[in-house]
């Protein structure tokens, strides 16, 4: 069986800022029905250190930036993991980048490059026993174990980048070169410089033997200037080792015939039930209890990638047309702020709820007409996957890995049956209130909006093709280092 060493700096459950704590808590049980054996590298957050279950020290370290720290093996909830004990660095409040003033933890640096040192030391053998083949990370904050293991002498393992969102790069002063265990000559244009700083997740990208990002459509976006947020370069010099797989959703976690957190749970047989999940919601959003209207759902971080500021000026349109908004996030306080006034503005119509809450993010998915996804940029995005599964019908914009798992249901698709959202484009408020008509005209249609519910709802949104794909990779790239 081949052996992966995930390093990644979440995984739900135990921390989630997002798509990427999903996918790390989620692939491993999928690729193991693939003959892959998945450790989970971890840092020691205190959510990750309190379900650590039979912890052993496997390796230990007298000093790690700042203070000693330990390799912990056992198991956390369904995954086999090393956790980086160092509280000096991990044991903190909140988000895990984030201060509580809302600026980057000043040690971001040192804190991730010690999950990049504790990794590449776990690769190289410093855990007795264990001797993975495939060294997949995780984003930026995973990504300096790709580097170490690169200038490292002697044999090492394959190793894979897995991009989740480029915007996100962790660059840091070039002064902090020797502390991160990087010889001299990797501040190179070729190794881990980036606009004269040191850039982790550059170093990933150019140093690694495979690079993934998290759909087909987005590994080709980021090789543009457009969207390549400085790296295009480096990406289309590599575009020979890029790939893109689209994520799944866990489909035991997310399915509507047996989701405790909805008041009816129901199936494609059963989509009436729904019914009276939409009650349910607007009882406990505030929402009149209007079954005509076209319910509309946002679960989503607030922000301009995300779209999210098309929305205040495009409710209006939805108002205008009957319509009512349920929306759970958080993120850039003037988006809150002018979405909690239009709620204010619109009781029974608007309700905005500013944080996260995963019982009401399955109600909404379960209780709404349609999830609405107008991101500028979206790597694959998973809301919309969980719109198909529970048949609330997604409108999204034409990008990334939304262009890639809805399919517009315009008047050829329907008449050949393979629509199973509303895809529009450009990112305007004009064009996002085109699409709100849209689906509130196919709502009418309830023969058609059945049947466009329905398709979603047999989408294939599992990982189980892309466990495929992720095992084809490793298992080449596994045989490919032996040769």
């Avoid at 991730?112 to 007795?128: E, K, N, S």
């Avoid at 897995?162 to 070169?177: E, I, S, W």
């Avoid at 944080?355 to 993010?361: I, K, N, P, S």
Wanted: aromatic fraction near 6%.
């Amino acid at each position: 069986m081949l052996s992966l060493l995930s390093v990644a700096s979440e995984a739900f459950p135990f921390v989630k800022t997002g798509g990427l704590g999903e996918v790390v808590g989620a692939l491993p049980a999928a690729l193991a029905r693939e003959g892959i054996a998945t450790t989970t590298m971890l840092p020691g957050y205190p959510k990750v250190m309190d379900a650590l279950r039979d912890g052993t020290i496997v390796h230990s370290y007298d000093f790690l930036h700042g203070a000693p720290a330990h390799l912990l093996a056992g198991r956390a909830g369904a995954l086999e993991v090393l956790v980086l004990d160092a509280p000096h660095l991990f044991t903190r409040p909140g988000n895990p980048y984030v201060a509580p003033d809302g600026n980057d933890w000043p040690d971001n640096a040192q804190r991730f490059a010690a999950l990049g040192i504790a990794a590449a030391d776990a690769a190289r053998g410093a855990v007795t026993g264990f001797a993975p083949d495939i060294v997949h990370a995780h984003d930026w904050q995973a990504a300096l174990a790709i580097a170490l293991l690169h200038y490292s002498a002697g044999r090492r393992p394959g190793t894979v980048m897995t991009v989740h969102n480029l915007a996100f790069q962790g660059k840091f002063a070039r002064d902090l070169l020797p502390s991160l265990g990087l010889p001299p000559h990797a501040f190179s244009h070729d190794g881990v410089e980036y606009y004269g700083d040191i850039g982790f997740l550059k170093a990933g990208l150019a140093l690694a033997d495979r690079i993934t990002t998290v759909s087909p459509t987005y590994a080709a976006e980021i090789r543009s200037t457009e969207h390549g947020m400085g790296l295009d370069g480096v990406l289309r010099h590599r575009a020979g080792v890029l790939s893109g797989i689209l994520n799944g959703i866990d489909t035991e976690i997310w399915d509507p015939a047996t989701d405790a957190h909805l008041v009816a749970p129901y199936d494609a047989r059963r989509l009436g039930r729904r019914a009276t999940n939409r009650a349910a919601l607007q009882a406990r959003l505030g929402l009149d209890a209007d079954a005509g209207a076209l319910l509309v759902g946002v679960v989503s971080r607030l922000t301009w990638q995300k779209g999210m500021d098309l929305l205040p000026e495009a409710l209006p349109a939805l108002l205008a047309m009957g319509g009512q908004l349920a929306l759970l996030g958080s993120g850039d306080f003037v988006l809150e702020e002018a979405l909690a006034a239009a709620a204010t503005a619109n009781p029974g119509r608007i309700a905005v709820t500013i944080g996260y809450d995963e019982t009401l993010a399955h109600q909404i998915q379960g209780g709404v007409d349609a999830l609405l996804v107008p991101s500028r940029f979206e790597p694959c995005g998973l809301t919309q996957l969980c719109a198909l599964r529970y048949g609330a019908v997604p409108v999204v914009a034409r990008s990334g890995g939304l262009a890639d798992t809805v399919i517009d249901a315009n008047e050829m698709a329907m008449a050949a049956e393979t629509g199973t959202g509303v895809v529009f484009a450009p990112g305007s408020v004009e064009a996002l209130g085109f699409a709100l008509e849209r689906v509130a005209a196919m709502r009418r249609n309830t023969r058609e909006w059945l049947q466009l519910q329905r398709r979603g709802m047999k989408t294939d949104v599992s990982w189980t093709r892309p466990a495929q794909q992720y095992a084809a990779l490793f298992h080449a790239l596994a045989a490919e280092r032996i040769g």
